[in-house]
């Protein structure tokens, strides 16, 4: 079945860019998505890029899409302490299939 | 915006006990999810319904049921709990038809402790 990697930490140092990294399996995929679960609370869409796509900027946010290798990446611009959560990468194959499939989730430290 | 609300934000029962968790959601979604969450294993699918009365098991249904009678409401039900079922459960929908985009929209989570 469908499978979606990360790795389970990363630290930084605030003002610093952050890179959460992802490997899916599922050739399919035809949405990639980026969601943050803030502390205490559920998750909540971030950003996403279409498998056509091989980046997508959204103001301190950049997403790379390598098709070939099937990675994606999440780059956050001059990280904040409010940065601080859990990122998690998922990916659908569209088209009326509803099904999501998430990664196990990146927990981002800021240090101020 | 969109709105989805569980019943509980922290439950404590005994094994065995029959547990009933409830999400609600106010956009008129055709989708709902039940997803259990663990540290370093991620969100994992529990059950979806993409319809009144439809459901379709995920990747972990066994231990689960669920319930939808109305469109905006989802239940998840532990018919005996047990301590492995103790986690952080997370309900979500989201709108078919949306030029395939399956953004989901998601509740605060019930954090379940089963002793």
């Given at each position: 079945g469908e499978d979606v990697e990360q790795s389970l930490f990363l630290s930084v140092r605030e003002g610093d860019s952050s890179v959460i990294n992802c490997t899916y399996?599922?050739?399919?995929?035809t949405y990639l998505y980026w969601y943050k679960q803030e502390p205490g609370a559920g998750l909540q869409l971030l950003t996403y890029i279409f498998s056509n796509m091989d980046m997508k900027q959204d103001q301190r946010l950049t997403v790379l899409l390598n098709k070939k290798d099937k990675h994606l990446s999440l780059r956050i611009a001059d990280t904040q302490t409010g940065d601080s959560a859990i990122y998690f990468c998922a990916e659908s194959r569209g088209g009326g299939y509803q099904k999501v499939t998430f990664g196990t989730g990146t927990k981002l430290q800021v240090i101020p | 915006d969109v709105k989805v609300t569980q019943s509980s934000r922290y439950l404590v029962k005994r094994t065995g006990e029959k547990v009933f968790l409830e999400c609600v959601q106010?956009?008129?979604?055709e989708n709902m999810f039940w997803y259990r969450q663990d540290p370093g294993l991620g969100l994992r699918l529990i059950y979806f319904s993409y319809d009144v009365k439809m459901k379709e098991k995920g990747d972990i249904p066994e231990g689960y049921s669920v319930s939808r009678e109305k469109k905006e409401r989802f239940s998840l039900i532990l018919e005996s709990a047990s301590t492995n079922q103790t986690s952080m459960y997370l309900c979500a929908s989201s709108l078919t038809?949306?030029?395939?985009?399956?953004t989901q929209y998601f509740g605060p989570g019930t954090r379940l402790l089963v002793l």
């Open positions: 399996t599922d050739s399919s995929s | 106010d956009m008129d979604h038809g949306t030029g395939y985009l399956e």
